[in-house]
């Protein structure tokens, strides 16, 4: 399983960028997908998620009407686009693909929970 993103770097304020994620090594249209986030010295946030399908997505409040999530199960990708961008969008971006929720305990756990390795966005003038 891999889930390999791209598309960060440096941007100024009020810029976009568009990130993706590849995904390989299991049936991508069966699994939903998200958009996670960590600033330095913060804890992991979740930013946007979208259905196996594509046809519902959810954001953060705080990018809510400025990212996009989207997907194209042909080509087993997923996409965050980031307009407007704002410093406090500096992170590392991941990509994240779950499904099978259940409990142990208390304890959401996942059938499947596969991650990326991150690509740094910074947004700074």
């Known amino acids: 399983v891999q889930l390999v993103e791209s598309g960060g770097g440096l941007v100024q304020p009020g810029g976009s960028l568009r990130l993706s994620c590849a995904a390989s090594?299991?049936?991508?249209?069966?699994?939903?997908m998200n958009w996670y986030r960590q600033a330095p010295g913060k804890e992991r946030e979740l930013v946007a998620t979208?259905?196996?399908?594509?046809?519902?997505?959810n954001y953060a409040d705080s990018v809510k009407g400025r990212f996009t999530i989207s997907r194209d199960n042909a080509k087993n990708t997923v996409y965050l686009q980031m307009n407007s961008l704002k410093p406090e969008d500096t992170a590392v971006y991941y990509c994240n693909a779950r499904s099978g929720l259940y409990y142990s305990g208390l304890i959401p756990r996942y059938d499947y929970d596969y991650w990326g390795q991150g690509t740094q966005v910074t947004v700074s003038s």
């Open positions: 090594g299991f049936t991508f249209s069966r699994l939903g």
């Open positions: 979208i259905n196996s399908a594509g046809g519902s997505t």
